[in-house]
């Protein structure tokens, strides 16, 4: 004679067979979990380096390095980064960088300056596969006092981050009162930034931009399509410059497409005589 089970009995037997399937698929580990925005976090920091001496002139490129791992750093935007300067005592700081923190380095000279080279520096916990210096040409070309020049760059490195390959750019524009300068190497940036964008998805770019939120420098930059990540994730006022008792915001991450910070703040430090800026980036 056959009996049927009671509605009990055949819950349990449902729950049972779903347990037993259950653990037999085995744990879900971080492999088969998608990346969550923490896992996809860049932390960048852009920071003038003096030529590796704080604002009294005391050398501190030990410090930089430190500073580096300190922070906990993925990706540096260095300027103002001598290499066989007499000033500097005949150091390639891009070589020493690397050296101390472990990182690769990417170095475009802007100019020749006291027995060396002068410029900009990028390093990356991760490999750079490809890295240029772009010259920023101004009409008429600008003369210093004693007629010397100081011509700026940008330099581009890509980066073969876990999260595919990220472009950034690093650049330090002129720093005269009037705009007249800057507004043309701004230009140029904002052009090499849109070229890059159209073959490159994740670009980003930062630097020592020597004016403030409300320069036209800036409202160009804005107005091209660039973020600053500071105006969307910042803690404080922002204010990178001198270190000692900062006044001005003139140190900038800009994001561009679907990326976004969580995270941007200056932390305290007399390393230097500017204050670093640090941000955390999510990559898309």
């Keep these: 004679m056959t009996r049927s089970h009671s509605p009990v009995l055949a819950t349990f037997a449902l729950l049972t067979a779903f347990v037993t399937a259950a653990c037999s698929a085995g ?62 005592g ?11 923190t472990g990182y690769h380095v990417a170095f475009g000279s802007a100019l020749d300056y006291d027995g060396g080279e002068y410029g ?19 009409d008429p070309p600008q003369t210093r ?3 010397s020049r100081e011509p700026r760059g940008a330099l581009r490195a890509d980066i073969a981050t876990p999260y595919g390959s990220v472009t950034f750019f690093n650049t330090h524009i002129d720093a005269s009162r009037e705009e007249t300068f800057r ?25 020592d931009l020597n004016s403030t939120p409300e320069s036209q420098v800036q409202q160009n930059l804005r107005a091209s399509g660039l ?32 990326m976004r910070c969580t995270l941007a703040e200056v932390p305290a430090t007399r390393v230097s005589d500017h204050l670093p800026l640090l941000i955390e980036v999510i990559i898309p």
């Design 183 to 207: 507004l043309q190497e701004a230009r140029v940036v904002d052009s090499l930034v849109r070229a890059a964008r159209a073959t490159r998805p994740l670009v980003l770019m930062g630097g």
């Design 90 to 100: 005949n150091v390639d700081q891009p070589a020493v960088l690397a050296q101390r």
């Design 27 to 88: 744990p879900r580990g971080p492999a088969t979990t998608p990346l969550d925005a923490r896992a996809r976090t860049v932390r960048v920091l852009v920071y003038n380096i003096h030529a590796g001496k704080d604002a009294a002139g005391v050398d501190n490129l030990a410090g930089v390095a430190a500073l580096v791992r300190d922070l906990r750093v993925d990706v540096a935007l260095l300027q103002e980064v001598d290499q066989g300067t007499r000033r500097s």
């Design 145 to 147: 006092a004693g007629g």
């Design 227 to 258: 973020r600053d990540a500071f105006a969307e994730c910042g803690r404080g006022s922002g204010f990178t410059f001198p270190s000692d008792s900062a006044i001005k915001r003139i140190d900038y991450l800009y994001l561009s497409g679907a």
């Design 120 to 138: 900009i520096a990028i390093l990356s916990r991760w490999p750079i596969t490809f890295d240029t210096l772009v010259h920023l040409p101004v």
